[in-house]
């Protein structure tokens, strides 16, 4: 089989990685794919969400399957048009992906098919907002209701902020028109989990569980970002919460699609808060988490491309359950100096054969780019160094001794990722 990877970050990386073990596939393409991605796939200079572009390459390489990385191809509709063409693509339809593409759209139906999420108000008019936010009090949480890369949640622990986010996103634009209408919600406390499972509509079967770092610095200070790292299985999600969160989110969440006539072939992502009262939703994506896919793509042992498959032909009831490494896994991204600000580029990374040397370590490269024989650093977020353990703490130990071996000008890590899990 001839497969297509779109996207160019460490989601991706890893996705090739798994992908080129299958025994069904020949050749490996990607596009726009990095410098790490290039050692496995042959990467091809078109946009993640070109689809006009991807969908020529597609048909001229006659690909037999397209696995659609970033939510922004999938919204972008990749799937609706290849299949007009006959081409099979991994990933949800249009108007699934609006479940990602609109939040406002997620938590209506969450509310609909009793999926447990926050409270909740849409707004487009900021008066309106400002009045339910002072009525209601802080804490509160202010959200954008388009794609805003991660950054249109505001966590305000004052009404005097919360009215600033609430102004900044419907007037001043903050988010482009991703702010036009917003969310304001309830706040939850608790614990943060990715649960994510494979659909084909008909079958749900999940996947390990994980935990992203989303913050900048140790123990969770600093701004937001992309991703900081991830570690797998997530302890604190025992195994009745599991089972809960199948229940009451997926099986509830895809029956529900279902009955609005949306079909959900792909992979669904639950970002979730454990609270005291229950697992609630934060938010879904319709694809493979970033960091997360690093963290949990090691350990699986079944071929991705035949569950792939299965889910693109509606065939997912023959994996009813996946085999699994029981091994823990970490990763640990390498930044950019001043990520998630304004960040540095062109920096040769130094060290990489020798990490990969390393038995159960594997280098998945987010933002790098090949220049000659040099490998150099060209995103915010460049390397995740990921390695696999008998328990997160040989996990943890093993990927840091990677990373020790790893170096590029002004190259910042997290020193804490996996800690939380001990
Ligand atoms: P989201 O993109 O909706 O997952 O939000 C990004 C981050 O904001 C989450 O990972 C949480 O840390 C935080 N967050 C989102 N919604 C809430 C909420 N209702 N209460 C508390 N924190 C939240
Ligand atoms: N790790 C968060 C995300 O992929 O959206």
Not at 292 to 299: D, F, K, M, S, Y
Not at 326 to 333: F, G, L, M, S, T
Not at 365 to 391: C, E, F, N, P, Q
């Given at each position: 089989?001839?497969?297509?990877?779109?996207?160019?970050?460490?989601?991706?990386?890893?996705?090739?990685?798994?992908?080129?073990?299958?025994?069904?596939?020949?050749?490996?393409?990607?596009?726009?794919?990095?410098?790490?991605?290039?050692?496995?796939?042959?990467?091809?200079?078109?946009?993640?969400?070109?689809?006009?572009?991807?969908?020529?390459?597609?048909?001229?390489?006659?690909?037999?399957?397209?696995v659609?990385?970033?939510?922004?191809?999938?919204?972008?509709?990749?799937?609706?048009?290849?299949?007009?063409?006959?081409?099979?693509?991994?990933?949800?339809?249009?108007?699934?992906?609006?479940?990602?593409?609109?939040?406002?759209?997620?938590?209506?139906?969450?509310?609909?098919?009793?999926?447990?999420?926050?409270?909740?108000?849409?707004?487009?008019?900021?008066?309106?907002?400002?009045?339910?936010?002072g009525?209601?009090?802080?804490?509160?949480?202010?959200?954008?209701?388009?794609?805003?890369?991660?950054?249109?949640?505001?966590?305000?622990?004052?009404?005097?902020?919360?009215?600033?986010?609430?102004?900044?996103?419907?007037?001043?634009?903050?988010?482009?028109?991703?702010?036009?209408?917003?969310?304001?919600?309830?706040?939850?406390?608790?614990?943060?989990?990715?649960?994510?499972?494979?659909?084909?509509?008909?079958?749900?079967?999940?996947?390990?569980?994980?935990?992203d770092?989303?913050?900048?610095?140790?123990?969770?200070?600093?701004?937001n970002?992309?991703?900081?790292?991830?570690?797998s299985?997530?302890?604190?999600?025992?195994?009745?919460?599991?089972?809960?969160?199948?229940?009451?989110?997926?099986?509830?969440?895809?029956?529900?699609?279902?009955?609005?006539?949306?079909?959900?072939?792909g992979?669904?992502?639950?970002?979730?808060?454990?609270?005291k009262?229950?697992?609630?939703?934060?938010?879904?994506?319709?694809?493979?988490?970033?960091?997360?896919?690093?963290?949990?793509?090691?350990?699986?042992?079944?071929?991705?491309?035949?569950?792939?498959?299965?889910?693109?032909?509606?065939?997912?009831?023959?994996?009813?359950?996946?085999?699994?490494?029981?091994?823990?896994?970490?990763?640990?991204?390498?930044?950019?100096?001043?990520?998630?600000?304004?960040?540095?580029?062109?920096?040769?990374?130094?060290?990489?054969?020798?990490?990969?040397?390393?038995?159960?370590?594997?280098?998945?490269?987010?933002?790098?780019?090949?220049?000659?024989?040099?490998i150099?650093?060209?995103?915010?977020?460049?390397?995740?160094?990921?390695?696999?353990?008998?328990?997160?703490?040989?996990?943890?130990?093993?990927?840091?001794?990677?990373?020790?071996?790893?170096?590029?000008?002004?190259?910042?890590?997290?020193?804490?990722?996996?800690?939380?899990?001990?």
């Amino acid at each position: 089989m001839k497969i297509l990877v779109v996207g160019s970050g460490g989601r991706e990386h890893a996705l090739a990685w798994k992908i080129a073990q299958s025994k069904l596939v020949k050749k490996i393409f990607c596009a726009p794919g990095n410098g790490g991605i290039s050692q496995l796939a042959e990467c091809v200079d078109i946009k993640a969400d070109d689809v006009p572009g991807l969908l020529d390459f597609a048909r001229r390489e006659k690909i037999d399957l397209t696995v659609a990385g970033p939510e922004a191809a999938l919204v972008a509709g990749i799937v609706d048009e290849f299949s007009n063409y006959k081409l099979p693509v991994f990933g949800p339809r249009k108007r699934a992906a609006m479940l990602e593409e609109s939040k406002a759209f997620a938590k209506q139906i969450m509310m609909h098919y009793h999926v447990p999420t926050a409270g909740f108000r849409v707004f487009v008019d900021l008066s309106e907002a400002k009045k339910y936010i002072g009525a209601r009090g802080a804490p509160c949480v202010v959200k954008a209701d388009g794609l805003a890369q991660g950054k249109g949640v505001i966590v305000a622990k004052s009404i005097q902020e919360a009215n600033r986010a609430a102004t900044a996103m419907i007037e001043n634009r903050a988010f482009g028109d991703a702010g036009k209408r917003i969310i304001v919600e309830d706040c939850l406390v608790g614990q943060e989990a990715s649960i994510l499972c494979f659909t084909d509509s008909k079958v749900i079967v999940p996947l390990v569980t994980s935990q992203d770092h989303k913050r900048i610095f140790d123990n969770d200070l600093g701004p937001n970002t992309g991703g900081m790292g991830a570690y797998s299985p997530a302890p604190v999600v025992t195994k009745e919460l599991f089972n809960e969160i199948t229940q009451k989110v997926f099986s509830r969440m895809i029956a529900g699609l279902n009955a609005e006539g949306i079909e959900y072939r792909g992979i669904l992502y639950a970002g979730i808060m454990l609270t005291k009262t229950g697992p609630q939703v934060l938010e879904f994506n319709v694809r493979f988490g970033d960091p997360e896919t690093q963290a949990i793509l090691p350990r699986l042992k079944t071929d991705l491309v035949e569950v792939m498959l299965a889910v693109v032909n509606q065939k997912l009831s023959r994996y009813p359950a996946l085999e699994w490494d029981q091994r823990a896994c970490v990763c640990v991204v390498c930044a950019a100096k001043g990520y998630p600000g304004e960040y540095t580029k062109d920096k040769e990374i130094f060290g990489l054969d020798e990490a990969a040397k390393l038995e159960d370590v594997m280098v998945f490269h987010s933002g790098t780019k090949k220049v000659g024989d040099k490998i150099v650093t060209s995103g915010g977020r460049v390397l995740g160094v990921t390695g696999l353990g008998a328990t997160i703490k040989d996990a943890i130990s093993k990927t840091y001794s990677a990373v020790n071996k790893i170096s590029f000008e002004g190259m910042q890590y997290r020193r804490d990722i996996g800690r939380k899990a001990i």
